[in-house]
């Protein structure tokens, strides 16, 4: 079956301070990879998505970054963290395929930036 | 473009009463829904989802929802709720022109009453 990891569970950061947040998925390949942030008492928003390694799509222009070094591996950066940065990140991913195809959540990190 | 309104941001019922979480959603072409529950400080899982055929949609924990094309609403219903539905529910719709995205509705804070 496949799972999908993300860590750290919570972080405290200073503003300023860089970020680097992870998600691998395991028991599946070449998935359709996606963060999402989620702030207190609004909805989902879709930051980042990506179809394979090296392609990534922006939804949002922002303070953060992603990356797909690996196949399963889907990394969240930001050079310098910003206050508004804070909020709950979730990955997730879907098999590749169309839009009908559910997207599989993962955790969550927590993320204050003080 | 798609939108989703979840219209309460809030619903308290109480235990072995039925509850109605209300999901309406905007967009010019075809569209797939879901609907995912999450559990305090953690990731969303699928509740259930309607692609295509039967508008009325069962899933896990007793929960079916009813596509409504006319009215462009997708509620989610549960017959009697327990204490342990308490959660936030996210309504979630994506469009079936190939793209990979979800809109995600602000959630509604479902608060189950003894």
Known sequence: ?114 | AQSVTQLDSQVPVFEEAPVELRCNYSSSVSVYLFWYVQYPNQGLQLLLKYLSGSTLVKGINGFEAEFNKSQTSFHLRKPSVHISDTAEYFCAVSDASGTYKYIFGTGTRLKVLA
């Open chain 1, 1 to 114: 079956s496949q799972t999908i990891h993300q860590w750290p569970a919570t972080l405290v950061q200073p503003v300023g301070s860089p970020l680097s947040l992870e998600c691998t998925v395991e028991g599946t390949s070449n998935p359709n990879l996606y963060w999402y942030r989620q702030a207190a008492g609004r909805g989902l928003q879709l930051l980042f998505y990506s179809v394979g390694i090296g392609q990534i799509s922006s939804e949002v222009p922002q303070n953060l970054s992603a990356s797909r070094p690996q196949d399963r591996q889907f990394i969240l950066s930001s050079k310098k963290l910003l206050l508004s940065d804070s909020g709950f990140y979730l990955c997730a991913w879907s098999v590749a395929g169309g839009a009908y195809e559910t997207q599989y959540f993962g955790p969550g990190t927590r993320l204050l930036v003080l």
